[in-house]
Structures are given as C-alpha cells and as structure tokens.
C-alpha cells in the first residue's frame, strides 16, 4: 500500500526541500482540512512550472506532467488516473496541491531523483528508485485490479494500535444535481447531499488524525455516477464507506420513523430494506450515460460475485453498533439489500444510513456540528475495530483476505 505522512498522528507544519542548491522550507497549510502546500513555494526548489485555466491544472516537476482538476481528489497521469488524500485548490489568488501529491507521487515518479523521509517530512534528492502505484479509478468494469501488497508490520500506531497502512475510501452520498431526499426537517433548504457531505469531509479528517489514508469519492457539491463510485476503492483500498440519510414516504410512518442503520450488498429480505435500497439506487437516473450502457448491467451481475460479503457483514455490525450508542433516534440494525453502490466495491463495503430526514429530532441531531463529530468518531470507531480484528487474523493465519 501507499506509504502516506497521514501514518504520523500529527501532520507536519512544514516540509523541506533538500537539493544540491540547498535546504527550503514549505509551510503546510491544513485550511481546507487536508495538508497542503502552496505550489509557488515548490517553484524555486523543484523548478514546477504551472498552469491554470478554469478548473483544469497541468503540473509539470522532474519531466513529468500532473493534470488535476480543482476540487477532484485525484491526480491523472498519462491516461491513468490515481486517487488523492484531499483535493487541489486555490485560496487568496494561490494554487494549492495536497501533500499527499509531493510526498508519494513526486518520488515514485521522478526516476530516483527525489526520496520521501516521512519521519522528517523531507523531500531529498536521491539515486533511489521508487515503483509507481498501480491505479485504482481507472480500472475497467469486470477487471478487479491487483491487491496491494501488504508494508511491513511496524511500530503500532499511538491512537488506534494499528500495524499497517491501511486506505479507506469515504463515499458521500448524492451531490451536484442529484440532492438525495429534500431534507424536509433540516434548516436552511440543506439536503441529503449537503449533510453527506459535510459528515464525509469530517470523517476523512477524523480517520486521517487516527493515522489512516482516506480518499474522498468527492469533496465538493459534485455529482459522481452511481457506478463510478465503487471504482474508487480496488486496489489501493480496504474498506468503502457509503454516507447517505434515509426517508420516510409520506403515511402514518412518515414522522414516527427514526434512527440509524448500516447496511452491506446481498439480497433484500424485507421491504423497508427494498425501499432503502430502491431509493439509493434511484441515483442512476442522473447518469448521463445510455441505458444499458455496460456499467449498470455490470454491477447487478457483480452483486452475485462479491467476494467480501462476509467481512462487510462484520463492517456493518461494528459501525451500527458504534453509531447505535450515541443516535438519539435508536438502533435499526444492520441491514441488506441490492446496492449498487455497494455491489463492485472489490472490498467489504457498507452504507450508512446516518437518521431520517423526515423526523424532527433525527433532522436536528444529523445538521448539527456536535451530532455530526457524535457519528464521525463513532464511525471510525467502528472502522478501526474492524481493521485490528483483521491484523489479528493476518498475523494468525499469514494470509490476506
């Protein structure tokens, strides 16, 4: 897996550049809740040469081009496409580009002339010579990309024990022209996509403080195909993270039903969990792409194939149970049903349904900052009790999943 600077339980306040011509250092900038630095201050060092124009920008360092688009956490090169901890973007007329970028990618691709030291937070020029990571978006639909290779076990990390690298992609549900169900308790007009998004960003930041590398299948009010979002988590992933709010139709049940539950892929046993799943799916109508245009068909073909039905089981159990104890609303349980979001994940992978938008304390325990961190740090509990037990089976049984 990617080695990130995310595994240290602070992230650093600056870096530095060593070359020949000297030792710079870079402030790190954490404004927009991931680690960034500013790409003028790598102009001097690296000799990066930028270009913006509208969202596109084009990076070139050490003879290689970077493409990335504001806003996107991920980085193309060539034809391939690579996902990012946090997103480039541009504050005060300034262009900044995740530390993640400069920290992995610059020295897997710069052919030995720069080295990461995570332990000092230092870019050095180096004759070591770096493997690039395989990709994970660009995957096509039916080919599951090649596992990583697991990193050596090391010191256990101060917050949660873990031995391993671990990436976990965070999936905030709807966004852009799909809102998801209106939100008719929430304030201010907000709707389901803008309370997954926001509880996304905060669980991306609460799991990287705990050491972990996540990666956003979106970061701002974008719209993400249904079946491109499982694309995010193949080979540089462990677990897939969907966040949604559930609805309640209009009937005696509208405003009574409250609560939290978890769900992971398999078939529907009761209706409300057909009605859950029905309405999450209902998302593929904003895809653009023709009907029967290979990924939907795909993916309903991929639910008899996962492979992580088991461990995602496990997941969901873990995450109810966290997100149960501290819900206003009650305990609803784990749950199941024919997600597509869910279905080609090619990891255990489970959705969240974090309360009812239609339920007046549910709405304002979800748009409230104390009840979103209440689910954040009770999700990442979850997360990270899962990823201990299976460090404890791969030390027992040597093998991975």
């Not at 101060?158 to 905030?172: E, F, K, M, N, Y």
């Not at 290979?294 to 461990?311: C, H, K, V």
């Amino acid at each position: 897996m990617i080695a990130l600077l995310a595994l240290a339980a602070i992230l650093p306040q600056q870096v530095f550049i060593a070359t020949p011509r000297g030792l710079a250092a870079v402030p790190v900038s954490t404004e927009r809740g991931i680690a960034a630095v500013a790409a003028a201050r790598l102009m001097g060092p690296l000799g990066l040469v930028t270009s913006v124009e509208g969202t596109s920008v084009r990076v070139v360092v050490g003879g290689r081009t970077f493409d990335f688009d504001l806003g996107a956490p991920f980085v193309r090169i060539g034809d391939a496409a690579y996902p990012l901890v946090g997103a480039p973007y541009v504050a005060r007329d300034t262009l900044f580009l995740p530390l993640h970028w400069l920290a992995d990618f610059v020295p897997r691709l710069s052919s030995g002339r720069y080295r990461w030291d995570a332990v000092r937070a230092r870019l050095e020029e180096t004759p070591a010579v770096a493997a690039l990571p395989a990709p994970v978006t660009v995957s096509p639909p039916g080919r599951q990309a090649p596992a990583a290779a697991p990193v050596p076990v090391g010191t256990a990390n101060a917050i949660t024990g873990l031995r391993l690298a671990h990436t976990i992609v965070v999936d905030p549900g709807h966004g852009g022209i799909d809102p998801g169900n209106p939100g008719q308790t929430f304030p201010g007009h907000l709707a389901e996509k803008d309370v997954t998004l926001s509880i996304g960003r905060l669980l991306r930041a609460e799991l990287m403080r705990r050491g972990l590398n996540v990666v956003l299948t979106r970061a701002t009010d974008t719209l993400i195909a249904l079946a491109d979002r499982p694309t995010f988590c193949r080979a540089e992933c462990d677990l897939f993270v969907s966040i949604h709010v559930n609805s309640m139709p209009k009937g005696p049940r509208q405003g009574r039903a409250s609560g939290v539950e978890t769900y992971f892929v398999s078939d529907a046993k009761t209706e409300d969990q057909k009605r859950v799943s029905q309405m999450e799916n209902d998302a593929m109508r904003f895809d653009t792409r023709a009907p029967g245009d290979g990924p939907l068909a795909f993916i309903l073909n991929d639910l008899q194939l996962n492979e992580y039905l088991r461990e995602s089981a496990r997941l969901a159990d873990l995450v109810q149970g966290r997100v149960a104890s501290i819900h206003p609303g009650g305990d609803r349980g784990v749950q199941q049903g024919p997600f597509l979001v869910l279905a080609a994940a090619r990891r255990p992978a489970v959705l969240v349904e974090a309360g009812f938008a239609t339920h007046s304390g549910d709405g304002a325990f979800l748009t409230s900052a104390l009840g979103q961190r209440k689910i954040v740090n009770a999700i990442a509990d979850g997360i990270v009790t899962y990823l201990l037990e299976f460090e404890r089976k791969l030390a027992v049984g040597g093998s991975g999943r």
